[in-house]
C-alpha cells in the first residue's frame, strides 16, 4: 500500500516561509523518478485547487496566485516532493496536498495545515 506523508505545514505570519515535505513509502508502481507531481491547497469552503505542478522531465506549472513565490522540486533518491513557500499571504492559508500521479496511479497525501495569520 503506497502512502504519501506530508509534513511541514503551521502557522506563520504573513510575509513569511515554510517548505512542505511529501515523502512516498510502500510499494509504488514503477519508479519515483517517472512520477508527476504537484501540491493542491483546499481553504474552508472552498474547492481544492491546484498550486505547483512538476513534470518527470522537471518542467513546472504554478498557479498565477503563487507564482514567484512558491517552488516546487523533488529528490527522487528519497521518493519526496518538496513546495518551498515564501512571502505568504493570508489568502494561502489552506490545506496542502502533495499528489503523485503515472497513468491510472495516482496518490494523495493526507493534507498538512497552513496558516498565515498575525
Known amino acids: 500500500q503506497v502512502q504519501l506523508v506530508e509534513s511541514g505545514g503551521g502557522l506563520v505570519q504573513p510575509g513569511g516561509s515554510l517548505r512542505l515535505s511529501c515523502a512516498a513509502s510502500g510499494s509504488i508502481f514503477s519508479i519515483f523518478s517517472r512520477y508527476a507531481t504537484g501540491w493542491y491547497r483546499q481553504a474552508p469552503g472552498k474547492q481544492r485547487e491546484l498550486v505547483a505542478t512538476?513534470?518527470?522531465?522537471?518542467?513546472?506549472n504554478y498557479a498565477d496566485s503563487v507564482k514567484g513565490r512558491f517552488t516546487i522540486s523533488r529528490d527522487n533518491a528519497k521518493k519526496s516532493v518538496y513546495l518551498q513557500m515564501n512571502s505568504l499571504k493570508p489568502e494561502d492559508t489552506a490545506v496542502y496536498y502533495c499528489?503523485?500521479?503515472?497513468?491510472?496511479?495516482?496518490?494523495w497525501g493526507q493534507g498538512t495545515q497552513v496558516t498565515v495569520s498575525s
Open positions: 512538476g513534470t518527470s522531465g522537471g518542467s513546472t
Open positions: 499528489n503523485i500521479k503515472l497513468g491510472q496511479y495516482n496518490y
